[in-house]
């Protein structure tokens, strides 16, 4: 079941158009991802400093749907799956919330645990696998 995470677009999120810069969507998938972690009892202030494990992400990709102006509601939903012992992906979903909630965009980043020294790929730390596992 995906994560869910309501957030407003906020005018530092658009460009000169009005409308979100490209970039930013994947910084709201970020802060879902986040919020995801949190939520599963993950401390962010450890797990995001560097313990001699780094979790980068080694792919990222999305497609704009729909453009989001100053005021827009959003639903993001983010659904984790492992993919080996030393990586995950994240597909998230963000929805434009109205009258008929509609597919602003949707993303997909890969992330790879490696060690923040040699670069060697490592097994995922425990919690972050149980985050993963959990369904």
């Known amino acids: 079941m995906p994560f869910s995470y309501t957030r407003t677009i906020h005018f530092p999120d658009t460009d000169a158009a009005g409308v979100v810069f490209f970039a930013r969507y994947l910084s709201i998938c970020h802060e879902a991802y986040e919020e995801s972690l949190a939520a599963a009892g993950i401390p962010l202030a450890t797990f995001f400093s560097d313990q001699g494990v780094v979790i980068p992400i080694a792919k990222s990709e999305a497609t704009y749907l729909r453009p989001l102006v100053c005021g827009d509601k959003l639903r993001v939903e983010v659904t984790p799956t492992r993919l080996s012992e030393n990586s995950f992906a994240l597909d998230t979903v963000i929805w434009k919330i109205g009258p008929s909630d509609k597919r602003a965009a949707v993303a997909r980043t890969v992330h790879v645990c490696i060690s923040s020294t040699t670069r060697e790929r490592l097994p ?11 369904k």
């Not at 995922?124 to 959990?134: G, Q």
């Open 124 to 134: 995922l730390p425990t919690a972050l696998a149980a985050w993963l596992d959990a």
